[in-house]
């Protein structure tokens, strides 16, 4: 069945490092959501995005979806440690509004 | 304040209970979906409603049970047959059942079964 994949499973880093996540799908999407869960909270909606090759950014957040729809990345600039926390790729699975959910990338941010 | 509610935050049940979640949103979505979280793994899918009075089994249905009776409202039944319960329930929400909408998610039920 269809897959969505994310490496590295965890990510230590020092505060002002910079860090990616990395997802892939088995499967071309129509569009990949990416999700932030700070510790002990919920996930939290950061961005979508649609065209072959998009490219979007939010402040330090730079996404990024492959030319083949079937990978993205997320790359964080010179990291905070208000940047800890699990973020979460998802691709659609069907027209149903269903997402199948990558594993997640957990990242620690040292100070 | 637009949102969605889920209570209670943590729960504790014996084996062999069936436990009931609730999950309530005011934010006129026609969509709800309930997911389930363990350690280190994403989310999963259990069940997902499109619109009221219908609904479909997500990915790992086996020992859950939804109702939706009402747009705002989307209990989850955990019973007795679920063969490992514990874990970190989500529900979330979304305008409408496409695939480009976002999911809005509730703070989430941490159910722990002794």
């Known amino acids: 069945g269809q897959q969505v994949m994310q490496i590295p499973q965890y990510q230590h880093v020092q505060e002002g490092e910079d860090f990616t996540t990395y997802c892939n799908s088995s499967?071309?999407?129509?569009?990949i959501q990416w999700y932030k869960q700070r510790p002990g909270g919920h996930p939290v909606f950061l961005i979508q995005?649609?065209?072959?090759?998009e490219v979007k950014k939010q402040k330090r957040l730079t996404f990024q979806f492959g030319e083949a729809k079937k990978n993205s990345s997320l790359h964080i600039t010179a990291t905070q440690t208000t940047d800890v926390g699990t973020y979460f790729c998802?691709?659609?699975?069907?027209?149903?509004?269903?997402?199948?959910f990558g594993q997640g990338t957990t990242l620690q941010v040292k100070p | 304040d637009g949102g969605i509610t889920q209570s209670p935050k943590y729960l504790f049940r014996k084996e062999g209970q069936n436990v009931t979640l609730s999950c309530e949103q005011n934010?006129?979505?026609?969509?709800m979906y309930w997911y389930r979280q363990d350690p280190g793994q994403g989310l999963r899918l259990i069940y997902y409603?499109?619109?009221?009075?219908?609904?479909q089994k997500g990915d790992i249905a086996e020992g859950y049970s939804v109702s939706r009776e009402k747009k705002e409202s989307f209990p989850l039944t955990v019973t007795s047959a679920q063969k490992n319960p514990t874990a970190f329930y989500l529900c979330a929400s979304s305008f409408g059942g496409a695939s480009y909408n976002e999911q809005f998610f509730g703070p989430g039920t941490r159910l722990t079964v002794l």
């Open positions: 998802a691709g659609p699975t069907g027209n149903t509004g269903k997402l199948i």
């Open positions: 995005l649609v065209k072959s090759g």
């Open positions: 409603s499109q619109i009221v009075n219908d609904f």
């Open positions: 499967t071309t999407l129509s569009n």
């Open positions: 934010l006129n979505h026609d969509a």
